[in-house]
Structure formats: structure tokens, C-alpha cells
């Protein structure tokens, strides 16, 4: 008897370590990146990709853009920039020909009159061969 107890309290723990899954509330603002492209500045060429908030619901607003970019193949953690505000991040690096590059990047919200969001979007890779 004691032994048939047990098992219908092992059974019962084993349900109750089971957790309902919470849906988070979608994200206030989104954001989108831009493929790498080759531009000139100040006459040399660059690499360059943006990201930038998209839309918005209020009463939210976009706080931060980071935007990166990667030459696959080299051994680097790629570079990167931020932007604050409604500002887009641009980020340049130097034009390899026939180098295949990939951005990536994150964009976060905040609510009106809070702090950015511990959640961010997370965006790319893109990758585009130039």
C-alpha cells in the first residue's frame, strides 16, 4: 500500500514540475536591416548596411540600433555601430572585391518614459557576395 502512495506522489511531482508556456507581448516597435552594398565615401569604397526602426506603437518608441558587419572568411568578430533614437545605425567597413559580407544587427524598444527593453529584435545575418 505504502509502495502504491509513492507512485502516486512521484506521479503527481512530475505533473506539477511541468510549466505552462507564457506568450510574451509582442514587440512594441520593429525594425529592419538593410542587405551589405558597396558605396563610395569621400571617394574610396565601403562597405556599407543600416538598421533602423520600422514602425512603432504607441506609446513605444525605438531606443537603440546596432547595426554589423562581417567579411566571412576572416577570422574577426565583425564590427559594429549604435544608434540611439529613431536614428538609424550605418555602419561602414572597407570593400574587398569578391568578398562575401554579412550584416546582422538589433533593435530595441522601449515603452514612453522607460528604459530600453531587456528583449531586443534580432536581425540577419544577410549575407550578399560583391
Do not use: K, N
Not at 502504491?4 to 536591416?33: D, K, M, Q, R, Y
Not at 567597413?93 to 554579412?102: E, H, K, W
Amino acid at each position: 500500500m505504502w509502495l502504491l502512495a509513492w507512485a502516486g506522489v512521484v506521479a503527481l511531482s512530475g505533473l506539477t514540475g511541468i510549466t505552462a508556456a507564457h506568450a510574451e507581448p509582442p514587440p512594441p516597435c520593429s525594425f529592419t536591416l538593410s542587405a551589405p552594398e558597396v558605396v563610395q565615401v569621400d571617394g574610396v569604397a565601403m562597405v556599407t548596411a543600416t538598421l533602423g526602426p520600422d514602425a512603432c506603437g504607441f506609446p513605444a518608441g525605438p531606443s537603440l540600433s546596432i547595426a554589423c558587419l562581417q567579411l566571412q572568411g576572416v577570422d574577426t568578430g565583425g564590427t559594429c555601430t549604435q544608434a540611439h533614437g529613431s536614428d538609424p545605425a550605418q555602419i561602414y567597413v572597407p570593400y574587398r572585391p569578391g568578398g562575401t559580407y554579412a550584416s546582422s544587427g538589433r533593435g530595441c524598444p522601449s515603452w514612453a518614459g522607460q528604459s530600453p527593453a531587456q528583449w531586443c529584435q534580432i536581425l540577419g545575418p544577410v549575407t550578399a557576395t560583391l
